[in-house]
């Protein structure tokens, strides 16, 4: 059985689910948040389900926050996005069963971050980076982050 969810694709295989991020960079924006979201809810409510293995399409894991929307907006929308995405990393960390990211490419970012939030974590070493970029952009780390990176 599968479903898709715009940018996300959700399967289950024996007693296995594997969410597919299937919208190329698969950038970070209110949309994909809650298509990432919905796929967990339909995982959560699989009875049969004993383990969830996430994994990107293509070149990219994910390729972080979807920045040119985000600076379009007010900071109350900036602030409340950025909650939503600590949020689903939260809802990671606490999953009811074992998570694997497997990272076929690029986990740039928040999208390092997501890929992080797993129980496991496993990437080929012939294809892609992980990198938080904002290092490089002086940006600022918020606490959640911090923490997590620790």
């Known amino acids: 059985m599968a479903e898709r969810h715009g940018k996300v694709f959700v399967e289950f295989k024996d007693d296995i689910a594997i969410i597919r991020l299937i919208g190329g960079e698969n950038r970070l924006d209110p949309v994909f948040i809650s298509e990432f979201n919905n796929a967990l809810n339909q995982v959560e ?11 990107g399409e293509g070149k990219f894991y994910s390729n972080g926050i979807n920045l040119r929307w985000l600076n379009a907006q007010p ?7 950025v909650t939503s995405v600590n949020k ?5 960390l606490t999953f009811p ?10 986990a740039f970012a928040a999208g390092m971050m997501i890929a992080l939030c797993h129980d ?21 780390f918020q606490v959640f982050m911090l923490n997590l990176l620790k």
């Open 45 to 55: 409510g699989n009875v049969r389900i004993n383990a969830l293995i996430t994994t």
């Open 88 to 92: 689903l990393c939260v809802r990671l």
């Open 120 to 140: 496991y974590r496993v990437m080929r070493q012939d294809r892609g980076w992980m990198c938080m970029n904002e290092v490089f952009n002086g940006m600022t």
């Open 97 to 106: 069963m074992p998570t694997l990211a497997a990272i076929n490419g690029h």
């Open 75 to 81: 900071e109350k929308v900036k602030q409340e996005f």
